[in-house]
């Protein structure tokens, strides 16, 4: 499907917002950020960090994450869940692709389009997204 010019130009702001948003991740390595977009309106957002009352330190003396940290869409898609929203038909954008786990809340959320701006290093999100009907995109913009 070919996305018109002015959805183009609406993904590219999106991205260039999501990736402004990861600045307020606290983690060391990588910093990801993610907004839920529903009829052109922002209804959710995240960064990856630790759970709320947590120390805001990612990764343990070895620089490897901890493994209570949530990733951006995590803590999004969890924040949709508090408030009166629901991602129904939604897109989310992602400035890394999704793992695997995030990809699983990403569909069960409803959540039909996924446009995130820099490949990680698996693959299985997006695989598991696309065999789930849900359109994904990399869209490469310029920092």
Not at 43 to 67: A, H, L, Q
Request: hydrophobic fraction near 35%; proline fraction near 2%.
């Amino acid at each position: 499907m070919e996305l018109s010019e002015k959805q183009r130009k609406l993904d590219e702001r999106y991205l260039r917002m999501a990736r402004i948003w990861a600045e307020n991740s606290y983690c060391q390595r990588r910093q990801v950020g993610a907004l839920v977009v529903k009829d052109k309106m922002i209804i959710s957002d995240g960064y990856n960090g630790t759970p709320t009352g947590f120390e805001n330190v990612c990764e343990d003396e070895n620089n490897v994450s901890k493994p209570y940290v949530l990733h951006a869409e995590a803590n999004a898609i969890t924040k949709l869940a508090r408030s009166g929203n629901n991602s129904d038909g939604a897109t989310i954008y992602i400035t890394a692709s999704p793992c695997i786990e995030c990809a699983k809340l990403i569909i069960q959320a409803g959540i039909k389009r996924v446009v995130y701006g820099e490949q990680y290093r698996l693959s299985d999100g997006i695989e598991l997204l696309r065999r789930a009907g849900i359109e994904v995109e990399l869209l490469s913009i310029d920092k």
